[in-house]
């Protein structure tokens, strides 16, 4: 009986599943959507500022599954888009008397 998982455990493990299948589903509709240079570039971005990196994810799945995207995302575009949403920085100057 020790093989056996109680009724508890199966429902933890369930929606570890569902998670690794939703992260697996996500990640084969970037792949397809996005050049390699592309992933490469999001995943740099990812270890410095991953709600950016996110961001840019779902906007980029959200133009592959509503077929507004004729061609894969490219590195330029890439760009383009973490531009857009970086918000503006503060210029800092110390002015010293």
């Known amino acids: 009986m020790r093989g056996m998982l109680s009724m508890s455990e199966r429902q ?5 599943k569902e998670t690794t299948d ?3 589903m996500r990640e084969a509709a970037l792949r397809m959507a996005l050049t390699s240079e592309a992933r490469q ?3 740099n971005v990812k270890m410095v500022r991953p709600d950016l990196a996110s ?6 799945i959200q133009l ?7 061609k ?4 330029e575009q890439v760009k383009q888009m ?3 949403l970086q918000e503006k ?3 800092i100057n110390i002015r010293r008397i």
């Not at 961001?55 to 980029?60: A, H, L, N, Q």
């Not at 894969?72 to 590195?75: E, G, I, L, R, Y």
């Open 22 to 24: 939703r992260k697996m």
């Open 89 to 91: 920085k503060r210029e």
């Open 82 to 84: 973490l531009g857009a």
């Open 41 to 43: 570039r999001l995943a």
């Open 12 to 16: 933890q493990k369930q929606p570890d």
């Open 55 to 60: 961001s840019i994810e779902e906007y980029v």
């Open 72 to 75: 894969a995302v490219d590195d």
């Open 64 to 70: 592959a599954s509503s077929g507004k995207l004729r």
